[in-house]
């Protein structure tokens, strides 16, 4: 009787059935670790709480513009910004007032460890100037996301973007996003418009998705004064080139618009504010297009 009470098969079982609790507790924390873990990978989860990020690295990309790279705080986060979204951004003043602007980032939503803004600098403009003073390992407080438009995929057959000056962040973010998804069918067209060849921004980027996905995106640059080597159109974008150029009005198609004052005028009208679509205006109006069919970042 003792030795089969001893036997090594009975003394197998308790230790075997120790050895399975501590893989399921190890398999249990694993998972939930896991879960933690990939919550705190998203940086941004529009918690309402501002967030301190340093530069890594400031980039000329014009003679008014500069590329920010921002750390976030582990090299495994992502910014869990959405397509579309924005981030805001804070400095206190000398005189304790608060200024926020809102940004897109130029980056890939997917990118680990950085966040990117490209950033054209305004006389007067008081973000601006102040992200311009600013070096390597100094802070920006960051907030986010702004949500803009919630795209769902195949949503349009095609889009529009209509764009000028630093209004081509929201643009190229959708642009990007929807050329290299393969999954996506939606064909882009951007048409953007700025002062000179030199004042284009994220030019390699653009054409280097337009030679990447020639089936899917297109992009047309349209310059108040052209040089030699410029290849597009000189001259404003205007409704009679609108018209012969871009998809007709239909629920098949969206039209998606940023850029300065002046350019919102002609076009499509301006915001009434950041959630206010405001008035449908201006060529895009005159053309048949709804203001559903017509989107101001």
């Not at 939930?32 to 690295?57: A, C, H, M, Y």
């Not at 994220?202 to 410029?230: C, H, I, M, R, W």
Request: charged content about 25%; overall charge positive.
């Amino acid at each position: 009787m003792l030795n089969r009470l001893s036997s090594p098969q009975t003394r197998f079982i308790p230790i075997a059935l120790s050895a399975a609790a501590v893989a399921a507790s190890a398999y249990y924390f694993t998972r939930n670790t896991s879960v933690i873990r990939n919550e705190v990978k998203q940086v941004f989860i529009g918690d309402n709480k501002w967030i301190d990020l340093p530069i890594e690295k400031i980039v000329q990309e014009s003679h008014d513009t500069k590329r920010f790279i921002f750390k976030l705080p582990t090299a495994d986060s992502t910014s869990g910004l959405t397509l579309a979204s924005a981030v805001l951004t804070k400095f206190v003043t000398p005189k304790g007032s608060n200024v926020i602007r809102p940004y897109t980032p130029v980056n890939d939503l997917s990118d680990k460890g950085t966040l990117e803004l490209v950033v054209k600098h305004y006389d007067g403009g008081k973000m601006t100037t102040h992200l311009f003073s600013l070096k390597p390992n100094d802070t920006v407080a960051f907030k986010g996301p702004i949500k803009k438009w919630q795209w769902q995929e195949n949503s349009f057959d095609s889009i529009t973007l209509l764009g000028a000056g630093s209004g081509i962040t929201p643009l190229y973010q959708l642009a990007h996003h929807i050329a290299q998804n393969p999954k996506e069918k939606t064909k882009i067209n951007l048409l953007y418009g700025n002062k000179t060849p030199q004042d284009i921004l994220l030019k390699k980027e653009l054409d280097d998705l337009q030679k990447s996905y020639p089936d899917k995106f297109s992009v047309t640059y349209f310059v108040d004064k052209a040089d030699g080597d410029f290849k597009g159109e000189t001259g404003f974008i205007t409704k009679d080139y609108l018209q012969s150029h871009i998809s007709k009005p239909s629920e098949k198609t969206q039209v998606f618009v940023c850029g300065p004052p002046p350019f919102m005028d002609v076009n499509s009208g301006q915001k009434a504010g950041p959630t206010d679509q405001g008035e449908l205006k201006g060529a895009l109006k005159d053309l048949g297009y709804t203001p559903e069919q017509v989107f101001k970042f």
